[in-house]
């Protein structure tokens, strides 16, 4: 057996901190909360497209409304009501009024179609 020399790290030796999240670091994961806003309206919208696309068979329509729709709407009003959470007390009410907008938007939708 052919034993390879391998240097260890010393025990005392200080580790790269840019390895390492801080426990500053780990609650600020979004740096720009009205930038994950807008990227979560778009992923809705494509979804709300791409779900009307699929519906063309008014017999499998039910099935897609209990399966698809009513999970995506509840994680998306969760969803939008921390964002309106976080970004309600910067003092700005449109994104109060966008969050709002796109979670009746969602059951509407939901409920029409």
Known sequence: MHVIDVPEQKPSAPEDPADELSSSQEGSRFHS???FLFASVAVNLLFVYGMLAGMGDATVSIWYKSLVWLPFNVISTALY?????????????????????????????????
């Open 81 to 113: 009501l921390a964002i309106m959470a976080r970004l309600g007390n910067s003092g700005w009410a449109l994104f109060r009024v966008i969050c709002v907008v796109m979670i009746v938007a969602n059951w509407s939708v939901m409920f029409v179609i």
């Open 33 to 35: 909360w009205r930038g």
